[in-house]
């Protein structure tokens, strides 16, 4: 199974950008998925998360601001940032809690991490 996120890059303060997380291989299904970020010296800390029914939690910083979706058809979760501020530099990673087709449980799998930088 991989996660393979999109999307990154360079924008200025209020600006957007959108991350994609697309899952494949040998998939069951799919529950949770999230985006978590890290920036350099911090702990990594969750962002949003999305269960399969569509449920979403946020990070109180990015309320109002982040918005998660997903596209069950497609295995991918998505990030839609509006109004980035200079703290929401960071390398994002995607999550996704899988269960492969010879597993009877759902494990975590990390994607490879996607750069952004609010900068001006």
């Known amino acids: 199974v991989q996660l393979q996120a999109s999307g990154g890059g360079l924008v200025q303060p209020g600006g957007s950008l959108r991350l994609s997380c697309a899952a494949s291989?040998?998939?069951?299904?799919?529950?949770?998925m999230g985006w978590y970020r890290q920036a350099p010296g911090n702990q990594r800390e969750l962002v949003a998360s999305?269960?399969?029914?569509?449920?979403?939690n946020y990070a109180d910083s990015v309320k109002g601001r982040f918005t998660i979706s997903r596209d069950n058809s497609k295995n991918t979760v998505y990030l839609d940032m509006n109004d980035l501020k200079r703290e929401d530099t960071a390398v994002y990673y995607c999550?996704?809690?899988?269960?492969?087709?010879?597993?009877?449980?759902?494990?975590?799998?990390w994607g490879q991490g996607t750069q952004v930088t609010v900068s001006s």
């Open positions: 999550n996704a809690k899988i269960r492969i087709l010879t597993a009877l449980r759902h494990s975590d799998y």
């Open positions: 291989g040998s998939i069951f299904s799919i529950g949770a």
């Open positions: 999305i269960i399969f029914g569509g449920t979403t």
